[in-house]
DNA sequence: GCGCTCTCTCACAACCCTCTGAGGAAATTC
DNA sequence: GAATTTCCTCAGAGGGTTGTGAGAGAGCGC
């Protein structure tokens, strides 16, 4: 996890952390060379805007010392939206900031299923009770019947289905599916509780508490 | 994959992982020979414009070799234009770059079908509910009836019937669909899926989503 | 050289999504 | 049992995104 700003590269941690994956972390491109050659990491979140060095560069200069490591790109919204062009065909991806860790760590994986063949069959579908959520289409299901669901709305079922038969905090929710410099009203959570409720436990046995 | 670009090497490498399948990248003509010697490619996408020798030259070289790979090539636009044109004869093709990640592992298919005689059979139809896309003939049909595409369009449909109930990102379609230095309005997406609707969905179900 | 087709740009309208804030219900505390 | 806090739902404003059409320019065939 490479970035400059300690904020970002501590939140980003602690949530891959707790997803599960060893992470080592890098303020600067010169740090990030020497991360990747003696820790050998599978994937690299890389902020495009460091200090001593273009993202962009460091990842040739990279590729010219023979490592192969996927990358995922930080950008800011709007800037550089064509020099991005083209990432995603390397099997790299980028996310724009402010992101929501829900979202990073979603792309996270599909850049590692992508890269491992024999991971591939790790199934891209969350099932709880007569409930299921796929994670290519996008499509939710409840008694086989389709969910339509807004972006948000997704996101949130998503932590939930990932957290399911676990208590969540208010702000652990917040903190994952918002995005991570979201300053308005917590109560957004409870509205959008509200809405999945009125769309998934309409009919059947509520699934959400 | 021989391209003295390392760009371009990695761009087309991952897009034809991606589409499934085993890449060797060489950077130049001697690199090729030893990597066609060692690795049995059953196609060689051959950049013309190699640093140590002429794409052309390479390719004869490989031929007094006993070597019948089938071979790619890619140009700079005029440039060469009538030298190259003899090459499709012999059953290989030239793509002229900028080209689309989409359109080069279309030719690909088109190529290896030809060299695979037994392979024939793998159908060259993509086929989803009552549309269909014939990859050899470049007819699309919905419901029976023929639907006149321009090449853009077509290309589009491709690469969306390709990733059927997949949903994708703008970027990921831009990336694929479009030239790999595209540099325009991104919006043309909309309008190009604007249009496929209108030709697509107009009567029956709608399929783009 | 002319006309045609195709690609891309631009502008605008419509719509959907997100968030806010209020109010009522439920639960908890005193 | 009353007061207070917490929880839940709803309606609406605002902003952003999406979809469509018109038109300019480039390329191609005749």
Redesign the pocket.
């Known amino acids: 996890m490479v970035d400059d700003e300690r904020y970002i590269a501590d939140l980003v941690s602690m949530a891959l952390k707790v997803a599960g994956f060893e992470v080592q972390t890098a303020a600067t491109a010169r740090e990030a060379r020497t991360a990747v050659r003696d820790f050998r990491p599978a994937l690299m979140v890389l902020d495009v805007g460091l200090p001593d060095q273009d993202g962009f560069e460091l990842v040739q200069r990279l590729h010219t010392d023979g490592s192969k490591v996927p990358v995922i790109f930080l950008t800011a919204r709007d800037a550089t939206e064509e020099k991005v062009h083209g990432l995603t065909v390397g099997g790299d991806d980028y996310v724009t900031k402010p992101f929501s860790l829900e979202e990073l760590v979603a792309r996270i994986r599909v850049v590692l299923r992508r890269h491992n063949p024999d991971g591939a069959k790790s199934s891209s579908r969350l099932q709880l009770a007569d409930l299921e959520l796929d994670e290519d289409s996008y499509e939710v299901r409840r008694g086989g019947r389709l969910v339509e669901l807004?972006?948000?709305?997704f996101r949130l079922l998503h932590y939930l289905l990932m957290n399911a038969g676990r208590v969540l905090t208010r702000a652990q929710i917040l903190d994952h599916v918002?995005e991570y410099d979201?300053g308005?009203?917590a109560?957004?959570l409870?509205?959008y509780?509200?809405y999945l409720?009125?769309k998934i436990d309409r009919d059947g046995a509520p699934l959400i508490h």
Chains 1, 2 share one sequence.
């Not at 807004?150 to 709305?153: D, I, N, S």
């Open positions: 807004t972006r948000t709305e918002w979201f308005g009203e109560s957004v409870e509205t509780v509200s409720r009125h």
